[in-house]
């Protein structure tokens, strides 16, 4: 009897140790197959979309352009100073628009405001439309300030106008998906990559480096921590994912009610395009570009080279992203005013400056109905009419949590290892005992025959 049942213990402890190593490989089958792709990317400099008004200006120069735009028909608009800029214009199947200021002079007026005495409060850009520099000033702007600064209008010429704003121009930060950190509230941007790590784009100013983020307000779960950016000048920053990698979806966007926006490239936009920003406070919005190269007094320092729409956002919205037909095109900045009463302008920081400082690569998602490739933005940026431009395909949410997919990760083959290690020994084992047990039996008998 007693032999009979180490028989049947041994027989068990081998079946559980057999099982064991199968169920360990399927852990680590699913595991491995389960590990998302090295993600589709966009480089920050070789597929850079730029329309044909770009084109054009760059082609004809500052002194003979001053800026190009889209109407509300989608036609492309080229702000020209002479008859043969115009013939050269309707040749490239463009709209020419006399203008009496070159770019050149524009540019020597914003120049001559930055030169001026710093007043917070005050931002200025370049109206392509209207051919003049619009500066404006909100509710904090004193009224001696605004003063000196009109004086300083006055000398520049009459093509600078301007304007008081009602609210203040504030960094809003308090995105598509929060990210929160002891610095406040922001919203994630884009993810981008290195080759080798994952990082979020979003605001610089939501947090010096070091900065510690989350996914929830009790901080449990650890996005990752601020490790590079430039605020103010510009206002990028990037935030490295705890643990390397953005996890699947890292190339859609939120945008609310369980549902995103696939990114598929990235570019520059033009002033009249329609656009969209997604923010964690006040969701999804949408606009129209009105200034580029736009220069933003706030508080804490002047920041330069932005995207002026009159899109609106809240604080919280700061680093959310902004986009057009799924190009990536800015993350949110500042600005004014509000998305329940008051409207406002908001400013983004341009996706494309921030890709090639950082030297780092935007993560795109395959379009809807491909399967996995580069993606590219389309040549001609901007080039929909804007009541007819849309955020890009859709998505649904769960693919959009690239920001919290990643605290979750099943790539982790640890568990199913530990299951196989441990059969392993359970198989040894068995084997040792039946062994000594055979040789303990031998020995036994041995002598019970020659005793």
Known sequence: ???????????????????????????????????????????????????????????????????????????????????????????????????????????????????????PG?????????????????????????????????????????????????????????????AGRCSAGFNVTDGKRDFILTAGHCGPDGSVWFADDQGRQQVGTTVGGSFPGDDYSLIEYDGGRAGEGAGVVAIGDGRGVRITGVGDPEIGQRIFRSGSTSGLRDGEVTALNATVNYPEGTVSGLIESNVCAEPGDSGGPMFSEGIALGVTSGGSGDCRQAGGTTFFQPVTKALSQLKVDLIVAPKAGEGA??????????AVAPDAASPGSSATQDAA?????????????????????????ALVATRWIRTEQDRKAYRRHYSATWG
């Open 1 to 119: 009897m007693r032999h009979a049942r180490r028989r049947v213990v041994r027989r068990v402890t081998r079946l559980a140790a057999v099982g064991g190593l199968l169920l360990g490989g399927t852990m680590v089958t699913r595991a491995v197959a389960s590990e998302p792709p090295e993600p589709d990317t966009v480089p920050y400099a070789a597929e850079e979309a730029a329309g044909p008004g770009s084109e054009l200006v760059s082609r004809l120069g500052a002194s003979r352009t001053a800026g190009s735009w889209i109407d509300a028909d989608g036609r492309t608009v080229v702000a020209v100073t002479d008859e043969k800029a115009a013939a050269e214009v309707r040749k490239a199947g463009a709209e020419p628009k006399m203008v009496r200021h070159s770019m050149s002079a524009l540019k020597s007026a914003t120049q001559t405001l930055r030169s001026a005495p710093r007043v």
């Open 122 to 182: 005050t931002s200025w850009s370049m109206d392509y439309r209207s051919n003049e520099v619009v500066v404006r000033g909100d509710s904090t702007v004193s009224a001696d300030d605004w003063s000196d600064l009109t004086r300083v209008a006055e000398e520049v010429g009459g093509f600078v106008r301007m304007e008081r704003t009602g609210g203040t121009f504030t960094t809003l930060l308090n995105g598509a998906v929060p990210i929160l950190s002891t």
């Open 373 to 382: 490739g580069t993606a590219a933005p389309p040549a001609t940026q901007g």
């Open 401 to 425: 949590s690239g920001v919290l997919s990643r605290l979750a990760d099943p790539r982790a083959a640890g568990p199913g290892t530990l299951v196989i290690g441990g059969s392993l020994v």
